[in-house]
Structure formats: C-alpha cells, structure tokens
C-alpha cells in the first residue's frame, strides 16, 4: 500500500522532521501509515492541506459514501475539509473531487445541520468554477 513517505519519493521531495509545530508531528505520525489505513481525521487534514489530493480524495470519497457525516472531531468534519479547498488547489484531483461532488449532490440532505448544508453548497460552487 502507498504511504505518504512513498508519494513525496516519487515526487523527489525529502521530508526531515522537526516536532516544532502540531502539523508537524501530525505528519510524521502518518507518513509511513498506507493511505488506505488513515483514519477520518487524517484524511481531512491531509485534505485541509492539500496534501496528494489526488491520492487522498478517493479515499475521502469512499469514507463519505460509507458515511457522509463521517469526522472525528465532529459530524460533517470531512465535508468541511473537502469544502475549505480553493480551485487551484484541485487541479490535479479533479475527477474525485468532481465525483465527491456528484455524489453530495445525491444524497438525502433531510438530518444534516445548517453548517454542513453550507459546505455542501461551497463544494458545489467550486465544481462549477
């Protein structure tokens, strides 16, 4: 299974460690864990990063098709992550992210709080931009 360790090698970027922020040590504690093992937290911050989008957002999808109020921290975490993203930042990840949308679009919306409603409408705006 690919890591992020794996992803910045074949980009030909280096990593060091330096435990001064909570990014950080975040990124450390996952760089060798397969992307398919990440938990949700993982996968929205590495998406609030904008970090191998087009590596994580399939994942991201998968998760929100299993449960699409998926977070760790809280209901709809994942979509808000998805919904902090700028055009430029889904360039190369396109397809998921046009996916992600797609299928937001789709779901019964009835449960969801007002926030989650936002983000969703944020996503849809930014498929169309």
């Known amino acids: 299974m690919t890591t992020l360790r794996e992803l910045l090698q074949?980009?030909?970027?280096?990593?060091?460690?330096?435990?001064?922020?909570?990014?950080?040590?975040?990124?450390?504690?996952?760089l060798d864990v397969p992307l398919d093992?990440?938990?949700?937290?993982?996968?929205?911050?590495?998406?609030?990063?904008?970090?191998?989008?087009?590596?994580?957002?399939?994942?991201?999808?998968?998760?929100?098709?299993n449960n699409p109020?998926?977070?760790?921290?809280?209901?709809?975490?994942?979509?808000?992550?998805i919904a902090s993203l700028e055009r430029g930042d889904i360039n190369d990840a396109l397809p998921s992210f046009l996916s992600i949308c797609s299928y937001l679009a789709q779901i019964n919306k009835t449960d969801?709080?007002?926030?989650?409603?936002?983000?969703?409408?944020k996503t849809e705006k930014l498929s169309h931009s």
Request: hydrophobic share 40%; charged share 30%; net charge negative.
């Open 69 to 81: 109020l998926s977070g760790e921290d809280y209901d709809g975490q994942l979509i808000s992550s």
């Open 112 to 121: 969801f709080d007002r926030q989650v409603l936002i983000d969703i409408e």
């Open 10 to 30: 074949l980009r030909n970027s280096t990593y060091e460690p330096n435990n001064r922020s909570s990014l950080d040590e975040w990124f450390s504690s996952v």
């Open 37 to 65: 093992e990440l938990e949700i937290g993982d996968v929205a911050r590495a998406v609030r990063q904008s970090l191998f989008l087009a590596e994580i957002l399939p994942k991201a999808e998968a998760i929100l098709r």
